[in-house]
């Protein structure tokens, strides 16, 4: 059974950090991008970042460059997304997902994305 868990998520104030983690089970990511997106209510889906497990390539959405950090883990078969300089445009429901092997880079699109976390929540209070 596939999962990816997130955790990380929280209630913080404005110029905060958060750290994000996805543990992927039951799915080989070795030739897959994972990517984190967030969503807010009444709008679409949006890719965050991304990065290519074996090559570790990254992808930022303008919003949050110079701010977010992607990486992963090998070792631990996470990826973490580090959120720095917060603000109120950040809060919403952050989940982690995997690209199909040998996709498009970067693919910004939710619908070319096989498998989801189950989201964790963040707010960022002003």
């Known amino acids: 059974q596939v999962q990816l868990v997130e955790s990380g998520g929280g209630l913080v104030q404005t110029g905060d950090s958060l750290r994000l983690s996805c543990a992927p089970s039951?799915?080989?990511?070795?030739?897959?991008?994972m990517g984190w997106f967030r969503q807010t209510p009444g709008k679409e889906r949006e890719l965050v970042a991304a990065i290519r497990w074996v090559s570790g390539s990254t992808y930022y959405a303008d919003a949050v460059k110079g701010r977010f950090t992607i990486s992963r883990d090998n070792a631990k078969n996470t990826v973490y997304l580090q959120m720095n300089s917060l603000t109120p445009e950040d809060t919403a429901v952050y989940y982690c997902?995997?690209?199909?092997?040998?996709?498009?880079?970067?693919?910004?699109?939710?619908?070319?994305?096989?498998?989801w976390g189950q989201g964790t929540q963040v707010t960022v209070s002003s």
């Open positions: 039951g799915l080989t990511v070795t030739n897959s991008a």
């Open positions: 997902a995997a690209d199909r092997p040998y996709g498009h880079w970067p693919e910004v699109r939710p619908s070319k994305y096989d498998y």
